[in-house]
């Protein structure tokens, strides 16, 4: 294995130093052997339809057109079964002959029952690190590595207020609370045309139209019978009530020790 190619963020694909296609300022990558695919400017990469992921080649595009596809090609000529990758049948062809395939890593002797798995493991003799972050200059080997890693740019809030200084993650989240400062109200009644910023305020002011009966409060408190138009006024209302359980039954507790403690 040689220690001469780069990755290509631009194109998606590893070139030698010095190619044409980009300024060459790329992560090194070792693998000679996808090097030797790509002969020049003038070749073409092979571009998915469905996802856009692009391939070196038509055979390694057509195998990966399988995923959409849901064609099962490779078929067990012993039960029948169909497998999307020639190594799950392989693996599966294991139950009927008992065989156990292992793959072995030259440089430690490792081995793995899957060839997959067994070139996952390589990078880890050879460098590679596939999985790239397209907001940091960071790179993976693994696949886990790189989605923990992207949990990091979540907890990020580069979007902030101009007017009041409050952070958000999200552009758009942004945006729905700038209009509290501008005071533009983008969710409006069908009924009588009042303005909400928020589409919560909306539906909750709608109720006030769509019931049967105008201004019908149909939350009820269990205790005194007083009603509410909405479920947390109700619920706020309760608090009166419980609260002052609450103390009876510790007055109660209170007498009734006291009753215990003269008897003894």
Not at 66 to 88: A, M, N, W
Not at 184 to 212: A, D, M, P, Q, V
Not at 231 to 236: A, E, G, I, L, N
């Amino acid at each position: 294995m040689g220690t001469g190619t780069w990755y290509c963020s631009k194109f998606g694909v590893y070139l030698r130093p010095g190619c044409k296609l980009c300024p060459g300022d790329c992560q090194p990558y070792s693998d000679l052997n996808l090097l030797t695919r790509l002969l020049g400017v003038g070749s073409k990469l092979h571009r998915c339809s469905e996802c856009g992921k692009r391939f070196l080649t038509k055979t390694r595009l057509n195998r990966h057109a399988l995923i959409h596809s849901g064609e099962k090609p490779h078929q067990c000529s012993v039960c029948g079964k169909c497998f999307l990758r020639p190594d799950d049948l392989r693996r599966h062809m294991t139950i009927h002959t008992g065989e156990k395939t292992k793959h072995v890593c030259h440089p430690c002797g490792k081995t793995f029952t899957l060839l997959r798995h067994l070139k996952i493991h390589q990078r880890v003799h050879t460098g590679e690190k596939p999985y790239h972050c397209s907001k940091c200059p960071e790179s993976f080997a693994h696949l886990l590595e790189y989605r923990k890693h992207r949990q990091t740019h979540r907890k990020e809030k580069p979007y902030h207020c101009d007017d009041c200084g409050k952070m958000f993650s999200h552009f758009r989240t942004l945006k729905v609370h700038r209009l509290i400062h501008t005071g533009e109200n983008l969710h409006h009644c069908s009924y009588c045309g009042k303005g909400f910023t928020i589409r919560g305020n909306l539906n909750t002011h709608l109720l006030t139209h769509t019931k049967e009966k105008p201004g019908e409060k149909p939350h009820q408190c269990s205790v005194c019978g007083k009603c509410f138009s909405r479920s947390d006024d109700m619920k706020r209302h309760l608090t009166i009530h419980t609260g002052y359980c609450e103390q009876l039954l510790l007055l109660f507790f209170s007498i009734w020790h006291r009753l215990l403690q003269d008897r003894i």
